[in-house]
């Protein structure tokens, strides 16, 4: 394992760690109006902390891929974006069509969770 990808893995966990950190917290607040109100915060960032560990699986297969061929490396990257966007519109949709969560509750803990993602990759 290279330094670089030893160093993305440390950041991916370390990042995915303060997602779920912030999930917690979140969900905790969220305790306060009611159990399945927390539930649905931590549910929607659990989907967040999913997507930066798929994108962390990404940019690594696509960092191995471009010393061999860089267009096979972009590919990687864009496609990867495409399936991150599928699996969150997907698990949304799962989590307020059939789990029936609180709409509200899981957009905001999505939301915190992505604030916690763009920040965290910010300090990189």
Do not use: H
Not at 30 to 51: N, R
Not at 74 to 89: D, E, M, P, T
Not at 96 to 105: E, N, S, T
């Amino acid at each position: 394992m290279s330094t670089a990808n030893s160093q993305l893995t440390a950041k991916t966990r370390n990042i995915a760690g303060t997602q779920i950190i912030t999930s917690v917290v979140v969900a905790g607040l969220f305790l306060l109006l009611s159990p399945w109100d927390a539930v649905s915060a931590f549910y929607g960032g659990f989907a967040s902390v999913l997507t930066a560990l798929w994108l962390g699986r990404g940019v690594k297969r696509a960092e191995e891929a471009v010393l061999r061929d860089p267009k096979r490396s972009l590919q990687i990257l864009y496609f990867g974006a495409v399936q991150r966007f599928l699996f969150v519109a997907g698990l949304l949709a799962l989590g307020l069509a059939v789990l029936k969560l609180a709409p509200v509750a899981l957009c905001v803990g999505f939301a915190v969770a992505q604030v916690s993602f763009v920040m965290g990759a910010r300090a990189w």
